[in-house]
Nanobody
Framework: QVQLVESGGGLVQPGGSLRLSCAAS????????MSWYRQAPGKERESVAR????????MYPSSVKGRFTISRDNDKNMVYLQMNMLKPEDTAVYLC?????????????WGQGTQVTVSA
């Protein structure tokens, strides 16, 4: 069955860094665009990074551009999110998503999420 398992979350001070990982299985990983979303309490889920199936293109919202970097390893069925210069407003549950289309905005497979807390 399809599985997306996130790891790497935790507590970090403002200005610090974290690297999230998502291990994928049960589907044709190299044919899917992969995204990281986040959801904070009381807020809507938002996309923070997306990478095309071949890794050749990425997208970020302005809120994280220049601080977050998404990457993937199609040989290992892994996707990563390097988060630098973290801010308290980055605190959220971070979820991994897989969709067939790079420009799709709904559906696909979801992981359970990993908590990221940015606090002094």
């Amino acid at each position: 069955q399809v599985q997306l398992v996130e790891s790497g979350g935790g507590l970090v001070q403002p200005g610090g860094s974290l690297r999230l990982s998502c291990a994928a299985s049960g589907f044709a990983f190299s044919s899917y665009a992969m995204s990281w979303y986040r959801q904070a309490p009381g807020k809507e889920r938002e996309s923070v990074a997306r990478v095309r199936s071949d890794g050749g293109s990425t997208m970020y919202p302005s809120s994280v551009k220049g601080r977050f970097t998404i990457s993937r390893d199609n040989d290992k069925n892994m996707v990563y999110l390097q988060m630098n210069m973290l801010k308290p407003e980055d605190t959220a549950v971070y979820l991994c998503n897989a969709r067939p289309g790079y420009f799709s905005e709904s559906g696909g497979y979801w992981g359970q999420g990993t908590q990221v807390t940015v606090s002094a």
